[in-house]
DNA sequence: TCCGAGAGCGCC
DNA sequence: AAACGGCGCTCACGGA
């Protein structure tokens, strides 16, 4: 068939067609794989891969899953070839519950190291890259799937296999992908991270190993405190009714009613209406911001945690978290479906849904202050780092240069990191912006290092193009409209890449099999109940830098329980969540 | 009915 | 001169 972008698409359905891919193959090196099954949820029931698409720059083979033909791809996949991928975990994921480990290039990745900031999206790199507008293929699918009255998500299930659209751009799909690894693959190399790419490649794979391996969750629990939280959401929504207020989530609402009863505003959103977040809120003494809370936090709780983790659970009963270990510019992952690295820690209901297996016990490991130790070795900035070698408590020694509690004191020390001023400082405390400033300027005054490098940092991004470069060798992208952000970035970054490389020394010392997840700067894991006082150990022992710029990077490393939710405060009202 | 920007909020 | 960084998720609302 002949694809768009001078592609051909060849369907192999007929031993002459397993022929001549066979002659193909023995011509090429390096292929590109791309995969089409039911649906996005790898883990659900019912899930299954339909396509398998192979091919080069030119030419694309497809395969239909589950035909005579099977041996061929899967030789192909198990060759020990470069195969290149366009988001390879999620292929990677589909593979494996076929038992296939191929290893991959992912042009995602590349596409991140390339260009931090950018969309890395097939479609957007497509016409990045390659000049080439690839969503005409996109557009009739849905057309197709709409005209036979399919949703999206149904759609995939259900497309006839070889229907031509389907096979025609599910094979384009792999065409472009090995033309942007050809695009892609040289502009890694001139942007000084060709090491990073294996790097990532180990990182992503170990991800994807811990998606696959998901969390047990409580499912009896969970449905309780569903119903926990349905009911705090009701109690408040019902008092947000008799105060006037049909829909407390609608902000335009709150902030009438509150008009109404005469309060004063004084924060504004981005489009100038008067703020009404929990900031606001939290300011105004009246019933009604009380329930407006209430029924926000009651509400996100239910949906987003319990109901969340509840309507992804996969076959096997077990959350399978999705990992992006490349999410943010700074390289920071991000994990959805559950979003578990936003899981509540002022309480420990929502968490103890997440359960050790039978036998085991939950624990986690986490670097101190990560970020701070970050930001003084890197800025090497001589008091702060000194405190840290000695031991002292560093927050306290801001409050005490500025002559206030060690609470606030604390404040300012990480809203440092975030680039926050006493604006932020004065909103995030709840003092007067005197006093922020006063804290803010004792913090310039007691650590001159950690301004000095900010300030550097910035020249150097003002030089080259609005481009720094971690210590990892990551290229590093500003907005030039912030470049206040430098610090903040470099430290991010540099933070994660300490965590990801943790992550290859505990595959190396034959600890990854504990691990359950990643949060940013710690571990959670399993072990044996006998074992996991020494697992914590050697987790705490193999995730620290001894020397770190100058600084050691501690671990602090704990035995939760039979629980995640086992390390946090439990809820002071244990009889509704029991 | 679908889509997307915006607001809000959970975590580090 | 000052500058609150990063993510994922839900809901309401207005426009196509």
Same mark, same amino acid.
């Not at 609402?253 to 929990?278: H, I, M, N, P």
């Not at 996100?300 to 509840?310: A, D």
């Given at each position: 068939m002949q694809a768009p972008f001078g592609a051909t698409v060849c369907p192999v359905r007929t031993e002459a067609d397993a022929e001549a891919y066979t002659a193909w193959l023995a011509s090429v090196g390096t292929v590109a794989v791309d995969t089409e099954t039911t649906g996005l949820d790898v883990f659900s029931p019912g899930w299954s891969l339909r396509l398998v698409q192979i091919g080069d720059g030119d030419t694309a083979w497809v395969f239909e899953v589950g035909s005579e033909f099977d041996p061929l791809w899967k030789a192909t996949l198990d060759s020990g070839r470069a195969l290149i991928f366009h988001h390879a975990t999620y292929d990677l994921l589909a593979l494996r519950r076929l038992d296939l480990y191929p290893s991959t290039f992912d042009t995602k990745t590349l596409a991140h190291l390339v260009d931090p900031a950018g969309q890395?999206?097939?479609? %957007?790199?497509?016409?990045?890259?390659?000049?080439? #507008?690839?969503? +005409?293929?996109?557009?009739?699918?849905?057309?197709? /799937?709409?005209?036979?009255?399919?949703?999206?998500?149904?759609?995939?299930? %259900?497309?006839?296999?070889?229907?031509? =659209?389907?096979?025609?751009?599910?094979?384009l799909d792999v065409v472009l992908t090995f033309r942007l690894f050809q695009k892609l693959r040289p502009l890694v190399v001139d942007s000084g991270q060709a090491h990073l790419v294996d790097f990532e490649r180990r990182v992503s794979h170990l991800m994807a190993t811990l998606t696959e391996r998901g969390m047990s969750v409580d499912k009896s629990y969970a449905y309780q405190l569903g119903c926990?939280?349905?009911?705090?959401?009701?109690?408040?929504? =019902?008092?947000?009714?008799?105060?006037?207020?049909?829909?407390?989530?609608?902000?335009?609402?709150?902030?009438?009613?509150?008009?109404?009863?005469?309060?004063? /505003?004084? %924060?504004?959103?981005?489009?100038?209406?008067?703020?009404? #977040?929990? +900031?606001?809120?939290?300011?105004? #003494?009246?019933?009604?911001?009380?329930?407006?809370l209430g029924v926000r936090?009651?509400?996100? /709780?239910?949906?987003?945690?319990?109901?969340?983790?509840?309507a992804v659970l996969g076959a096997d009963g077990r959350s399978h978290p999705w990992i992006n270990p490349l999410a943010a510019r700074t390289g920071r992952m991000a994990v959805s479906r559950p979003p578990l690295q936003q899981l509540p820690s002022s309480d420990a209901d929502v968490r103890t849904m997440f359960v050790a297996d039978p036998g085991h016990l939950i624990g986690a490991s986490d670097y101190s202050n990560v970020e701070l130790r970050v930001?003084?070795?890197?800025?090497?900035?001589?008091? !702060?780092?000194?405190?840290?070698? =000695?031991?002292?408590?560093?927050?306290?020694?801001?409050? =005490?240069?500025?002559g206030v509690d060690r609470k606030l004191g604390k404040m300012a020390n990480f809203l440092t990191v975030y680039g926050g001023g006493p604006q932020a400082l004065a909103a995030q405390a709840k003092v007067d912006l005197r006093t922020a400033d006063k804290v803010m300027s004792a913090f310039k005054r007691t650590y001159p290092g950690v301004d000095r490098w900010g300030k550097k940092l910035q020249m150097q991004a003002q030089a080259s193009r609005y481009q720094l470069r971690t210590a990892s060798g990551r290229r590093l992208p500003l907005d030039r409209d912030r470049i206040y952000a430098a610090t903040n970035y470099v430290v991010q970054s540099t933070a994660r890449d300490v965590l990801a490389q943790a992550l290859l020394r505990?595959?190396?010392?034959?600890? /990854?099999?504990?691990?359950? !997840?990643?949060?940013?700067?710690?571990?959670?894991?399993?072990?044996?109940?006998?074992?996991?006082?020494d697992v914590a150990q050697s987790f705490k022992e193999i995730m620290s830098f001894s020397d770190f710029h100058g600084l050691p990077l501690p671990v602090d490393s704990e035995v939760y329980g039979a629980s995640w939710g086992a390390g946090y405060q439990q809820s002071t009202r244990p009889e509704e969540a029991a």
């Open positions: 890395h999206s097939l479609k %957007k790199l497509c016409v990045e890259l390659l000049g080439a #507008d690839a969503s +005409e293929g996109d557009e009739k699918l849905m057309a197709h /799937f709409r005209s036979n009255g399919w949703k999206k998500g149904e759609g995939f299930a %259900k497309v006839d296999l070889r229907h031509p =659209d389907y096979v025609l751009y599910s094979g926990t939280y349905d009911a705090r959401r009701e109690a408040a929504f =019902d008092q947000c009714v008799i105060m006037g207020v049909d829909n407390p989530m609608s902000t335009k609402q709150v902030r009438e009613a509150l008009k109404a009863e005469g309060v004063t /505003f004084t %924060k504004k959103t981005a489009k100038g209406d008067y703020s009404v #977040d929990e +900031e606001a809120l939290s300011l105004i #003494d009246h019933p009604l911001a009380a329930a407006v936090r009651a509400g996100k /709780f239910r949906k987003s945690y319990v109901e969340g983790t509840l930001l003084a070795a890197l800025a090497d900035e001589r008091v !702060m780092k000194q405190a840290f070698l =000695d031991g002292s408590d560093l927050h306290q020694m801001t409050a =005490d240069a500025a505990l595959d190396e010392a034959g600890l /990854f099999g504990h691990l359950l !997840m990643v949060v940013h700067d710690e571990c959670v894991w399993q072990a044996p109940a006998a074992d996991a006082e």
